[in-house]
């Protein structure tokens, strides 16, 4: 019988057992894969990640330091440098394992096995491998990632334009850009996919190319990545893998009786940027805070009570209001471009967010602003359009 188990050692389960190991809990950690394993991710760790993570990166794991970024839509692009970092992108293999290999020298235990099943009795958990073999503990932490069944115990499942979708390249540019140095922006292009974007990363030997939109608008999402890519400057011949990415909004019911869901399986990604890291680590560190605090009474209500609360107040604001800007970007792409166009403040507002130095709710407002005295001339030519 452990205190706690926890399936899946992505960002949000390593976090979760090396937080529970450093509580003093005994905590058994159930990976399927064997790491260093691949995972489909542009590799952008925000400031926020970083936060969450005490700034504890080895300078070896950063590939490189972002500074700004470069936002296309159509035929126009602004590009803003902050002089601060705001994000270094990392290879995703060597991170995660960088994360788990923390959380079992704090004295977490691996065990490679699939999770089949899981049952919550009255005071403890039971989980299952196809096997039918058995683990017990006292709680149990699902980070099994956005796929994956289990989580469909605690809440239903979601509509395709509930879930958002990713394409990813590892490329190198063609011709004479090949010897460059990696410049410390990242590219974004809007318009390429509705709510959604496509992104240049450049990393230490290569650039992540990728796409993010809603699953149910993805239709023909390698013929856009392509697309992207020759535009680019890259060789259109590329092998994508994909992944699922959970909509961080409407928020989603997290708990059990003694079960507790984190990272992308508690549903917490940012729907505007598709960002996902911070806030597994963030919510696996909470999960375990919980339960390691209430361990000594074992109050099963008390860990699911405060996780719920604790991530809504953590979360929420930004999870809502990010929702809303890729709402904004589906309806009013045109609007929302000219006003993040039209002043660079605005952009380097947005940096700000991932940095936690502004939140998505006060930019919200700041662009709601904004967008009013241009209303009569877009919908003047908008009507313009309309009647031409
Ligand atoms: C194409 C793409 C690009 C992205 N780029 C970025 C980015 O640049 N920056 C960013 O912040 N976010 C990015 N994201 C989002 C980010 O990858 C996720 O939010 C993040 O991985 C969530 O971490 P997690 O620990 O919840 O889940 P995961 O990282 O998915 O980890 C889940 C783990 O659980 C294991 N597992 C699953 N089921 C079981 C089971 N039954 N038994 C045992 N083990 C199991 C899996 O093998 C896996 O190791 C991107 C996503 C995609 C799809």
């Known amino acids: 019988m452990f205190d706690l188990i926890v399936i899946g050692a992505g960002p949000a389960g390593s976090a979760a057992a090396y937080t529970a190991a450093v509580s003093g809990l005994d905590v058994l950690l159930i990976e399927k894969e064997r790491f260093p394993r691949p995972k489909p991710c542009g590799g952008a760790i925000s400031k926020r990640a970083l936060f969450y993570m005490d700034g504890d990166l080895p300078a070896s794991l950063q590939e490189n330091e972002i500074y700004g970024a470069k936002i296309s839509y159509k035929d126009k692009s602004v590009e803003v440098v902050k002089e601060h970092r705001i994000a270094v992108l990392i290879a995703r293999d060597q991170f995660d394992h960088y994360l788990l290999q923390k959380a079992l020298r704090a ?13 919550e009795e009255d005071d403890f958990v039971r989980v299952y491998n196809k096997q039918r073999h058995q683990y017990r503990a006292k709680y149990l932490i699902i980070a099994e990632g956005a796929h994956g069944k289990l989580k469909y115990q605690i809440r239903g499942r979601e509509s395709k ?76 011949g590329c092998s994508p893998k994909g992944h699922v990415i ?57 860990v699911t009570t405060a996780y719920e609360k604790d991530c809504r107040e953590e979360f929420d604001d930004n999870l809502k209001y990010a929702f809303r800007f890729a709402e904004c970007l589906r ?58």
């Not at 508690?266 to 605090?293: L, M």
Request: hydrophobic share 35%; charged share 25%.
């Open 107 to 119: 004295g977490a235990l691996i065990q490679r096995d699939k999770i089949h099943d899981f049952f």
């Open 161 to 236: 334009d509930r879930y958002g979708f990713g394409l990813v390249a590892e490329l190198k540019p063609s011709g004479t850009q090949t010897s460059a140095l990696p410049k410390k922006i990242m590219e974004f292009q809007f318009g390429i996919t509705s709510r959604g974007y496509g992104w240049i990363f450049p990393h230490k030997n290569h650039h992540s190319v990728g796409i993010y939109g809603i699953a149910r608008e993805m239709n023909g999402a390698k013929s856009k990545l392509q697309t992207l890519c020759g535009h680019s400057g890259f060789s259109a």
């Open 331 to 388: 309806k009013y792409p045109d609007l929302l471009f000219s006003i993040f166009a039209g002043d660079e403040r605005m952009i380097h507002d947005y940096l700000d967010v991932p940095a936690m130095e502004a939140t998505y709710k006060q930019l919200f407002y700041r662009m709601l602003r904004r967008a009013f005295p241009q209303l009569p001339g877009l919908l003047r030519e908008r009507l313009r359009v309309n009647t031409d």
């Open 246 to 302: 959970p909509l961080g909004w409407p928020r989603k019911k997290l708990t059990g009786k003694r079960t507790l869901l984190c990272g992308d399986a508690g549903g917490f990604v940012d729907t505007f940027s598709g960002e996902g890291i911070a806030y597994a680590i963030r919510s696996g560190q909470i999960a375990s805070q919980k339960i390691a605090a209430a361990l000594p009474q074992d109050d099963a209500t008390d």
